[in-house]
């Protein structure tokens, strides 16, 4: 069945636009419109101006906003040509970007205590969906998984929330030396009564942590990523495969159930 | 104060208020886009296609971005015409109340498809202006671009469709043996062209060795291959006399004028919805603009004005 998008088009303009760690960038833009109705865990597409041959826009979640502000955050992981000319995207810059895309994050009934996992940039909806979490007393174990310790982001913003921070990188250059999916393991082994599981990062690192999660018996939502045009719809081309048939990512997902998704 | 520019055309019987339609496959089925604009506003939408039964489409990858616009190897995904009619009946019929044609898109993988698609079509589509068949998707291994590269290919199933409705039929051609196809589409019956569908192409990636989409090829558009497009568009409209809609890489209304001026009654939006979701009304805007620069009252004026 069809899922229509609440996407709209909205003008934006770059407020902060700097490295935040190791080939991560950090934008914070103002755009009313969205900061006031997006979600924890929607995204939005957006136009990456100086380049004509190029011409798609490039979807990204967002990490913090203030709504009477106007302002959204979000970080970039720098992977290919436009996210290194979104480099030059300089304060006062202006854009226009779709959104808010997509379902979001969603919190439970009666939850209690959560376990959230992200891994590299896939951390990004997670800070949002925390400060979500926290701000309803729901009690947050946060798993970060970097590469290596130049590339940790968001910890402050994490812990200021008042979740428990754990990390691990894969260099072994601080914390847990391997992969997050090693520390959600012992925690969900622990004695923690965990509510809910959420998971974004790599495919396969959100599958180990789907499976941990259907090991322990607790529900586990998972933020998917595929290439696509649109973002509202129409191009069909961000397809998940899902024990209920293929679903478009960008209008019914990003967010799906962890036992709902054929990886 | 401007004169007011007449923008209506007519296109196979059928009056348009203006000559923008959606490229199928680019736009939903059109209701994905009233919140960027009241999609009544254009002359025409033309739908995802169809088929009898529902179709899952190609795996993923199914698009990757290329120099001056994309591929993509979506194949066809749909939920079967009473799929389409089931979600998006309601929204349809209330769009064509408004004057807004909707053209329903016919696919298959064998003239017998075709054929079934088109019968369920008639039977629950009261809303639907007319319908094009789809005889170009390169992205399919049977049927599409495998059935409509020949004329006598064409020929066929326009022929065996052609019974069975008495409302317009619009073939969908690919960018291949364009005035030979044409001919052979309007023989069979076909009330007007739309041209062209997507160029098969390929990209690669050169450190895994593998196809950027999970086929070897998959369908290009965007704005690199409008000069090609506007070129066919401009020697189909040279070999038949139906009305041609014209359709490839346009991005702005002087795109679009191009079209118009080798011929095309009509022209589709296609990539460019993905890019700026409000593109067909902008170009609309800006294809009035054009017109009244050229100091025509009535777009008609310049529909063939190509001097050569």
Known sequence: ?263 | MVNDVSMSVDFAGIRLKNPLNTASGTFGSAQQFENFYDVSLLGAVTLKGASAVPWEGNPQPRMAEVFGGMLNSVGLTNPGVRGLVAESGAYLAGLASKGTAVICQVAGHSVEEYKEALVLFEELAPWASAFELNISCPNIAKGGAAMGSTPEGAFEVVNACRPLTKRPLIVKMGPVRVQEIARSCVDAGANALSLINTISAMSIDINTHKSRVARPTAGFSGPAIHPIAVRMAWEVCNAVDVPVCGIGGITCGADAAEFLLVGCKAVSIGTENFVDPAAAVRILEELKDWARSQGVSDINELIGAFEC
């Open chain 1, 1 to 263: 069945m069809t899922t229509l998008s609440s996407a709209h088009k909205y003008a934006c303009s770059v407020l902060v636009n700097e490295p935040l760690a190791q080939d991560i960038w950090r934008m914070r833009f103002s755009c009313p419109e969205l900061a006031q109705s997006m979600r924890p865990g929607q995204f939005f597409n957006l136009a990456v101006p100086g380049d004509p041959s190029n011409i798609l826009r490039l979807p990204f979640s967002w990490s913090v906003s203030d709504p009477r502000e106007g302002w959204v955050e979000f970080a970039y992981l720098l992977v290919g040509e436009g996210t290194r000319r979104m480099t030059t995207m300089i304060p006062g810059t202006a854009s226009d970007l779709v959104g808010p895309a997509g379902n979001g994050w969603y919190i439970p009934q009666n939850t209690q205590h959560a376990l959230v996992v992200g891994g590299g940039s896939g951390v990004v909806p997670l800070v949002a969906l925390v400060h979500e979490l926290t701000q309803h007393g729901v009690s947050c174990d946060f798993v970060e998984g970097a590469a290596t310790q130049n590339r940790v982001i968001y910890e402050d913003a994490i812990t200021h929330y008042g979740a428990h921070f754990y990390l691990s990188t894969d260099d072994g250059s601080r914390g847990v030396h391997g992969f997050s999916t090693q520390i959600s393991q012992d925690l969900l082994a622990s004695s923690a009564a965990y509510d809910v599981v959420y998971t974004c990062g790599p495919s396969p690192m959100m599958r180990a942590i789907a499976a941990q999660a259907h090991e322990a018996r607790i529900p586990c939502q998972v933020s998917m990523e595929k290439l696509m045009a649109c973002g509202f719809g129409a191009c069909t081309t961000c397809l998940v495969d899902t024990k209920n048939g293929r679903k478009t990512c960008c209008t019914d997902g990003p967010v799906f159930d962890g036992e709902e998704v054929l990886w």
